[in-house]
Structures are given as C-alpha cells and as structure tokens.
C-alpha cells in the first residue's frame, strides 16, 4: 500500500463491539439449542441439513448431526484444511494446477449426479439411475468437499493476508493422489459404522459447517470494509474471525429458529 492508499485499520472499540457482538451471537445459540456437545452439533446440521434418518448413519440408534452425505462433504472441508495446514500450506493463494482442477471438478459433479440419482428416488413412482446406498454418499461427499475448500481456502488467503504465499493449493497430480489417500482414509472411517468414531467424525463434521461459513463471511467483512490483505500476523485475524462468527451463527440461527418454527421438533425430516 502506498500513501495514496492508506491502509484502513479497525480501531479498538470497535473491534471489541465487534468480539462482543460475536460472543453474544453464539450465547443466544447456545441456550437456545439443545443440551449437551451432541445437542449443539445437532442443531449445526439442523440449520443446513434435512437429517432424514434413513439418509444417515446411526450412532446408537441415533442419527449423527448430518446426513451421511453432508458428513463426508463436511469432513472433506476438514481433512484439506488440515491437510494444508501440515504440509505448510497456510497462506496459498494460488488455485491448484489446471489438470488437478479438473479432478477436482470431477469430484463435485460426481457427488452432484449421485445426489440427484438420490432425490430422484423421494419422488412417488420414480426410480433413479441406481439405489442410492449410504456407504456411496460420504465417498461423493468427502470428496466434493476437499475439493471446495482447495478451492475456497486459496481465495480465503488471497483476500486476507497482506503477503500469502504465491503457491497453489495443490501442485500436481501426485500430490492429489497422496491428499486423496489421507481422505480416503477419513471415509473409511464412517464406513466403518463404529459408534465412537461416527460420534467423533461427527462432531468434526459439523465444526467444519463452522469453519466454512466463519471463513466466508471474515472475507465479506473484509471485503464490504475495502480491507483486502491488510492482514500481517495470524493475531490480526481474530477480529475478521469474530466478524465471521457472528454471520455464522445468525444465518444458523435463524434457519434453526424458523424450521423449529415451522415443524415444531429437533428431529430431521421424515420421508412418508
């Protein structure tokens, strides 16, 4: 930035108002949603996702916080973020390689045609391509959701840091292969059906609902102030994560606030 473009700065009060604002946000969430870390995830998944039983895994007899399908999409966030994040990754801003890109494609059209195959089956006399099955949801979902955030989280740094790393998210097509694997992985584990591990990974997926929308909405509060990389240390970001965080838990608490509304239980939809 040169003189005739000073950098905007947040001043401390209303950094503070914002932090505040966030705080409050979340408290009102909080005690308005069901009790315990189980009852919170669910109400996560409330706002975003139908939790049609049958579309789910069980823990216990009870679904997890997001359909089967949303699980391994959410997961999918999670695992590139980590992913990134260990292989030293933190502030790229490049988006992957073209021919990983179209791989990458690949996995989100992938999930979409087996999405569609399994609304189609909702419809009273229709049948779809193939029986939708839950062990093929998380599979299309984790990977759809990898490849999103490879392709959100480079434009999360590009707008935030003052200085991201100019490298792509993911270099070639042997560094997918090895990043798929460490998915591939994580799915495995769903598939598996083991309680404890449906009970974590569920609750992972719904802290990446979180990071998600936390991560879109700290770049439309930087983005609506004209505060594009303006960011130095990872210390400068609390403020723009808290900003997030507010957006995040109004658009989550208003959905669940006006389905509860509208169909008066927790529960997720029920087919028939």
């Known amino acids: 930035m040169d003189a005739a473009h000073p950098v905007r700065r947040i001043s401390r009060t209303a950094a503070l108002l914002i932090v505040i604002a966030a705080a409050a946000i979340f408290g009102v969430w909080?005690?308005?949603t069901p009790a315990g870390i189980k009852g919170k995830a669910d109400a996560i998944g409330y706002a975003i996702c139908h939790r049609i039983a049958s579309h789910s895994f069980l823990i216990n007899g009870d679904p997890m916080p997001l359909c089967a399908r949303c699980t391994g999409i959410y997961l999918g966030v999670v695992s590139g973020l980590a992913i990134m994040f260990a292989s030293g990754r933190r502030k790229v801003c490049q988006?992957?390689?073209?021919?990983?890109?179209?791989?990458?494609v690949l996995f989100v059209v992938l999930m979409a045609i087996d999405g569609l195959n399994s609304y189609i089956t909702l419809i009273?006399?229709?049948a779809g391509a193939?029986?939708?099955h839950n062990a093929l949801r998380?599979?299309?979902?984790?990977?759809?959701?990898?490849?999103?955030?490879?392709?959100?989280?480079?434009?999360f740094n590009g707008v935030v840091w003052e200085q991201p790393t100019d490298a792509r998210s993911i270099n070639s097509l042997r560094e997918l292969a090895g990043m798929c694997a460490v998915v591939g992985f994580v799915a495995l584990l769903v598939l598996s059906e083991r309680p404890t591990f449906l009970l974590i990974l569920g609750?992972?997926?719904t802290l990446g609902v979180v990071a998600m929308l936390t991560m879109i909405g700290s770049v439309l509060f930087l983005s609506v102030l004209r505060m594009e990389n303006t960011i130095r240390a990872w210390r400068g970001l609390a403020v723009p994560?808290?900003?997030?965080?507010?957006?995040?838990f109004i658009e989550i608490g208003g959905i669940d606030a006006i389905r509860l509304f509208l169909t008066g239980t927790w529960a997720g939809f029920r087919l028939g």
């Open 124 to 126: 009273p006399g229709w």
């Open 30 to 32: 909080v005690l308005g």
């Open 95 to 104: 988006l992957p390689a073209r021919p990983v890109m179209l791989i990458l």
């Open 130 to 132: 193939y029986t939708p």
């Open 203 to 205: 609750l992972i997926s």
């Open 241 to 248: 994560l808290a900003a997030g965080v507010f957006v995040t």
């Open 138 to 155: 998380p599979l299309t979902g984790i990977y759809c959701g990898f490849a999103v955030i490879s392709f959100i989280f480079p434009v």
